[in-house]
């Protein structure tokens, strides 16, 4: 079994950043793929993007590249979401998720955080 747990989300203004965290626990050496979706109120869970573990390969969502980036820290089996100037269409709680297997945006992820809120005011 895997334990994923998101944190760093919070309150910030336009145009800030913010920093998620998601540690993985228990047999993360079975992991391949490692990804961020959100989910606004009222919406359905969308892709953020998405990191593979070896030889890391990202993929990002159309709606954030060039402001949000996806990075890996081997050691720490942690995974990091960058997010700079951040709008008010950001507001959502940010899930992490993880897969055994090779997964793009699709979100049938088999593992899934808890989530983390993040607000962004106008």
């Known amino acids: 079994q895997v334990q994923l747990v998101e944190s760093g989300g919070g309150l910030v203004q336009a145009g800030g950043s913010l920093r998620l965290s998601c540690a993985a626990s228990?047999?993360?050496?079975?992991?391949?793929?490692r990804a961020w979706f959100r989910q606004a109120p009222g919406k359905e869970r969308e892709f953020v993007a998405r990191?593979?573990?070896?030889?890391?390969?990202?993929y990002t969502a159309d709606a954030v590249k060039g402001r949000f980036t996806i990075s890996r820290d081997i050691p720490k089996n942690t995974v990091y979401l960058q997010m700079n100037s951040l709008k008010p269409e950001d507001t959502a709680v940010y899930y992490c998720?993880?897969?055994?297997?090779?997964?793009?945006?699709?979100?049938?992820?088999?593992?899934w955080g808890q989530g983390t809120l993040v607000t962004v005011s106008s």
């Open positions: 990191i593979t573990w070896s030889s890391p390969n990202i």
């Open positions: 228990g047999r993360t050496s079975d992991l391949y793929t």
């Open positions: 998720a993880a897969d055994p297997s090779s997964k793009w945006d699709s979100i049938d992820y088999r593992y």
